[in-house]
């Protein structure tokens, strides 16, 4: 059975950091691409970050403040999430497909795997 178990979202201010963890199980871990979804109420869900056992992605809207990596001996991926902006509140989906095309901009591409969401809430 294929798991996707996020945890680290919470309430923050702005300039604040916050760093998620994507715990996975089922599948081969380094062969998929593993990362991030957002959805804000009333916004479309948008593809933030995911990582690959070559490459890494960012929307433009979180480059230079959001790091994702891996440990691949927890089979967990991390969003370190710096210079945190209210317009980053959202609720994040840890996702994985064998290709990073779901997180490219406009794809409407779905991800094969879905965990549950964190709620990030960054405060003015």
């Known amino acids: 059975e294929v798991q996707l178990q996020a945890s680290g979202g919470g309430l923050v201010q702005a300039g604040g950091s916050l760093r998620l963890s994507c715990a996975a199980s089922?599948?081969?871990?380094?062969?998929?691409?593993i990362g991030w979804f957002r959805q804000a109420p009333g916004k479309e869900r948008e593809g933030v970050s995911c990582?690959?056992?070559?490459?890494?992605f960012y929307a433009d809207s979180v480059k230079g403040r959001f790091t994702i990596s891996s440990d691949n001996a927890k089979n967990t991926v991390y969003l370190q999430m710096n210079s945190l902006k209210p317009e980053d509140t959202a609720v994040y989906f840890c996702?994985?497909?064998?290709?990073?095309?779901?997180?490219?901009?406009?794809?409407?591409?779905?991800?094969?795997?879905w965990g549950q969401g964190t709620q990030v809430t960054v405060s003015s």
């Open positions: 990582i690959t056992s070559s490459d890494t």
């Open positions: 996702a994985a497909d064998l290709l990073p095309i779901p997180w490219a901009s406009g794809s409407g591409y779905p991800p094969e795997y």
């Open positions: 089922g599948f081969t871990f380094d062969n998929y691409a």
